[in-house]
């Protein structure tokens, strides 16, 4: 069997987001980068796979040679192999064009994603590579049990959850409740180290069109003061909720 | 120009979603030229969007499309959307819109846009804004294809009556049995009786000041008389205290409710990029210096054993008195 892993690397959760050349590009200035969290659950999910099945693990990201380091984490953690498709993305469509370039002459069984990357929240590259592929795909995976080629798959639906019957070779979009919390993976030394030997290999991007172009960024707006209401005066609170507010 | 949106319904009656999209597309028609026209799967009251605009719904009359497959969803739309002259598609943030939409944009090589929360500043280019950063920022974004797709955010649009003569047709999209086959649904578990968090004008949630799961009764009691859904911070989901689907935050569910009440949550920057595109937020919290103040509107310092038993109490006589 081989799993696939589609890592995205995005800026630390506690990053503070700013904006260069006259707010139309991101700043990267002292911005630490790390494995979009729901891929980091699709990992662990990977690794847990791999440890039962012996299969086979790579991951392949889209992006530029300072994300290495990033990928580089992966691989210590226990995938064998690593591919990038050296480009500076600059849309979901474009980067899933890449993928599904890159996946023409694989046979992946198992493809794993994450529900969307915390940087842009697109969630719209595993759909889209299962369109350009035709591979099957099921999105918001919070849970999967393999049993050969057979696959039950448990989605997040509005008020609860969906159990999906499919066959591999299949593509999910991964997040949090894949694994528990307490599984996810880090990097140990002796895993750290082994990760130096292993093949990262570079590719080059294919012509795509950028579909949709970012202007333009500016931050929200600033919220004003919050009004404190004392505790021992709820009826206050009760008259703001209700005629200022208006939501009760 | 006609847009066409995805009608999502509870038991047959479209949904708040499908009546914000429509909702949308009335005023982006009225810029554009053109119809809006609905596209449902099952509808038993389709007429109900005429009142927000909709001129025309298309109702898919097939049992095979009874349960979502987001496949065949996602190739009924665009059949609808190629014998309807279609050039703007809309979703919703829901599961299922989120599930087939990005389909739909590969099968169309359509540029797809997330998390949209404005109408487009202008058609020619078409630019809109949408949210990005897990709500660190706003993005003004241009849609360069002939076909666009836009994902509104939930609750960004808001519902604009705006009635019109509308007219249903039944539609038959052409699906091969074998894309039904290749994913099937085998369960569907859903908490019943409860508003789902999606849905929800109000949630009250609640973090790890509750000190654990015994304490949540009050919770459940003050969401019960506010006609509200109940949410949680990650590490109350993670210990267990609550089920995962409550988990809101930049990890878990992304909200905007009209009204989200935050008791012993400090606000975190992972929870509040889940949270604070709601329109009004009240903490109550026993530190004054919790993070969560600054993003509030109102604030309460106070313990919550103390302050939300008396809340409910208000609330009630509030309730009776209204
Ligand atoms: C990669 C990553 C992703 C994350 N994603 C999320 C996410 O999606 N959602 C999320 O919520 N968190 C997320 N977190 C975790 C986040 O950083 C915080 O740890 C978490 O939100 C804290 O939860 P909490 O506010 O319930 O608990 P705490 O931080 O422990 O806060 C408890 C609060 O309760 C108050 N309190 C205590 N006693 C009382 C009382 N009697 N009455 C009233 N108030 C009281 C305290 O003053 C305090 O402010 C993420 C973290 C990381 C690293
Ligand atoms: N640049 C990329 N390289 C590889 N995989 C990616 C890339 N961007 C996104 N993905 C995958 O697609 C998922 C959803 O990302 P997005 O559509 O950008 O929100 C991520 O969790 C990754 O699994």
Excluded at chain 1, 43 to 53: F, N, P, R, S, Y
Excluded at chain 2, 147 to 162: H, T
Excluded at chain 2, 252 to 269: M, R
Aim: some cysteine; proline content about 5%.
């Amino acid at each position: 069997m081989k799993i696939l892993l589609m890592l995205s690397v995005v800026p630390d959760t506690t990053s503070k987001i700013n904006f260069t050349d006259n707010d139309t590009r991101f700043d990267k200035t002292g911005i630490q980068f790390v494995i979009n969290p729901h891929d980091e659950f699709g990992l662990t999910k990977a690794m847990q796979i791999k440890e039962k099945t012996g299969a086979e693990l790579h991951v392949v990201h889209v992006g530029v040679q300072a994300n290495e380091s990033v990928i580089r984490k992966t691989l210590a953690i226990g995938a064998d192999k690593a591919f990038r498709i050296d480009t500076d993305p600059q849309d979901s469509f474009y980067t899933a064009v890449q993928l599904a370039e890159f996946l023409k002459d694989k046979d992946y069984d198992l493809i794993i994603a994450g529900r969307e990357s915390i940087d842009y929240n697109g969630g719209m590259v595993p759909g889209m590579v299962a369109a350009m592929t035709g591979m099957r795909f099921i999105n918001a995976v919070i849970g999967l049990e393999l049993n050969g080629t057979e696959a039950m798959v448990d989605r997040e639906i509005e008020g609860g959850k969906e159990t999906l019957q499919t066959t591999l070779p299949l593509i999910i979009g991964g997040q949090k409740g894949l694994v528990k919390e307490e599984e996810l993976r880090i990097p140990n030394m002796r895993g750290i180290m082994m990760a130096r030997k292993k093949p990262l290999e570079v590719l080059s991007p294919v012509d795509a069109p950028v579909v949709t172009e970012y202007l333009k960024f500016e931050k929200p707006p600033a919220k004003s003061a919050v009004k404190l209401v004392d505790k021992d005066n709820l009826d206050e609170l009760i008259d703001l909720l209700h005629n200022e507010a208006k939501v009760i | 120009m006609s847009i066409l949106i995805f009608a999502e319904h509870q038991n047959g009656k479209p949904n708040k979603t499908a009546k914000e999209l429509a909702s949308y597309a009335k005023a982006l028609a009225e810029k554009t030229g053109g119809e809006v026209i609905a596209l449902g799967f099952g509808l038993t009251s389709p007429e109900d969007l005429y009142a927000y605009g909709v001129n025309k719904v298309l109702n898919v009359d097939d049992q095979r499309f009874t349960t979502f497959n987001a496949k065949a969803y996602a190739e009924a739309f665009k059949q609808a959307a190629a014998q309807n002259g279609i050039k703007i598609i809309l979703t919703g943030q829901t599961a299922d819109g989120m599930y087939f939409t990005p389909l739909l944009a590969g099968m169309l090589k359509a540029a797809y846009v997330t998390q949209v929360i404005s109408l487009p500043e202008q058609n020619d280019p078409f630019i809109i804004k949408r949210k990005a950063f897990s709500n660190k920022a706003i993005a003004h974004v241009a849609l360069k294809t002939d076909i666009k797709i836009l994902n509104i955010a939930k609750n960004s649009f808001g519902l604009q009556e705006n009635p019109v003569e509308g007219v249903t047709e039944t539609f038959k999209p052409e699906v091969a049995d074998e894309v039904f086959e290749e994913i099937k649904s085998v369960k569907v578990e859903k908490a019943t009786g409860k508003v789902p968090l999606s849905d929800a004008e109000i949630i009250v949630s609640a973090g790890r000041g509750l000190k654990g799961p015994e304490n949540w009764g009050m919770i459940e009691e003050l969401a019960e008389v506010l006609g509200a859904a109940t949410a949680c911070s990650k590490p109350v989901a993670d210990m267990g205290w609550r089920p995962h689907s409550e988990h809101v935050g930049q990890t878990g569910k992304q909200v905007a409710p009209n009204l989200y009440i935050a008791i012993g949550i400090s606000g975190a920057i992972q929870h509040l990029a889940g949270v604070n595109s709601s329109k009004n937020i009240l903490v109550i919290n026993i530190d004054p210096e919790a993070p969560f103040f600054k993003a509030a509107d109102y604030g309460v310092v106070g313990d919550a054993f103390e302050v939300v038993p008396k809340l409910i109490e208000k609330l009630k006589e509030f309730k009776s008195a209204h």
